[in-house]
């Protein structure tokens, strides 16, 4: 960005940095061991401040690098960020932040509260543990539509398809639910099936036995190996947004309220950018809430940190807020269990 901007370093004498609890432990220095295992304690929850020069970063020496506070474990400064950007704490009425990243991170505010949990949900909507799954780069499949017999395939690049991202993934089961070809609880059907179900022929043929269980062909391709979303792919799936759909219900369970009360969800991040709002609704990542009720935000831990560095009053709210919102450990509460294996379940009906 310097050469971009053509600035000088020894120039920039002030930065702020947000991050997950792993990243700002890294970044600043310190053991990272104790967040890999119970009771998950970070090395420090409340702002630090270094100089560039401690940090060997190549600005002013005497810069001050402000990062913002962590909360726990695994709800680091990000969120604090995304906390302030959104502005949850002053927004009337109940709302709902996610930011789904490696952890799904969850933040409801309400009632003169603030409640945060974390989830471990993002490997498989960042394409990991996906049979064919890549990150949104050139060729990775981003959007899918299902009419009739036909498939359409939105690809980033206008290339050849070569696997499929985490908006491709929401969007094609969402499809494929739709179409009949997934049961709400997750099976996906045979051709037989299929066929017998008076599914149209075109999607029968899509389907066939594969290593992973039944397999339903996104793209034939004649030189490399079709490329596919298979009974394990839709079985990943399911678990993470089990997860975050089990972390919503317990957080609206601490604040004695439902899903029919939240007056906005907001989703943030990149890949929350990216998701398609009645998708995400039709697969049950989210609660049954009025397309209307969902908004993207954008980037906005990103947003946050510029606001903490342009604004003193931004930052002692990112250090307040830290300490006022309520840190839910989901694997203490009693509720978790049996609302992440209700989550894993799809709605039965469209949206």
Not at 10 to 22: D, E
Not at 165 to 192: T, Y
Not at 317 to 331: I, M, N, Y
């Amino acid at each position: 960005f310097t050469a971009q901007y053509e600035v000088e370093t020894a120039l920039i004498r002030k930065a702020t940095v947000v991050g997950n609890t792993t990243m700002s432990h890294l970044f600043l220095g310190y053991d990272a061991k104790t967040l890999a295992v119970s009771p998950f304690s970070p090395a420090f929850t409340g702002p630090v401040s270094r100089t560039a020069e401690e940090l060997g970063l190549h600005m002013d020496p005497a810069a001050e690098i402000a990062v913002l506070p962590n909360i726990a474990g695994h709800v680091g400064s990000d969120i604090v960020g995304v906390m302030i950007a959104a502005g949850i704490k002053d927004k009337p009425g109940i709302n709902l932040v996610i930011d789904i990243g490696t952890n799904g991170e969850i933040v409801l505010g309400g009632k003169g509260r603030m409640l945060t949990c974390s989830t471990a949900a993002g490997p498989a909507f960042e394409g990991a543990r996906i049979y064919q799954g890549m990150r949104a780069a050139e060729g990775a499949i981003e959007k899918v539509e299902i009419r009739g017999g036909e498939v359409s395939l939105k690809i980033i690049g206008n290339k050849s398809p070569v696997g499929i991202c985490g908006s491709g993934l929401i969007d094609v089961l969402a499809q494929m639910l739709d179409a009949g070809l997934i049961s709400f609880k997750g099976n996906l059907l045979s051709r037989e099936e299929a066929l017998s179900k008076g599914l149209p022929q075109g999607l029968a043929d899509r389907l066939r036995k594969g290593e992973n269980g039944n397999e339903f062909v996104l793209a034939w391709r004649e030189k490399e190996e079709d490329i596919v979303i298979n009974q394990k792919d839709i079985r990943e799936v399911q678990l993470a947004k089990g997860a975050i759909f089990g972390g919503i219900q317990v957080l609206l369970q601490c604040l004695e309220t439902n899903a029919e009360a939240l007056d906005e969800i907001l989703l943030a991040g990149a890949f929350g950018s990216y998701i398609d709002k009645r998708s995400a609704l039709r697969i049950g990542l989210l609660p049954n809430v009025g397309l209307e009720k969902v908004r993207h935000i954008g980037n906005a831990a990103g947003v946050g940190a510029c606001m903490a560095l342009l604004s003193a009053v931004a930052r002692k709210q990112a250090e307040l807020q830290s300490q006022e919102v309520e840190h839910v450990e989901l694997a203490l509460h009693p509720s978790f269990e049996k609302e992440y294996l209700q989550g894993m379940y799809f709605p039965k009906e469209s949206i």
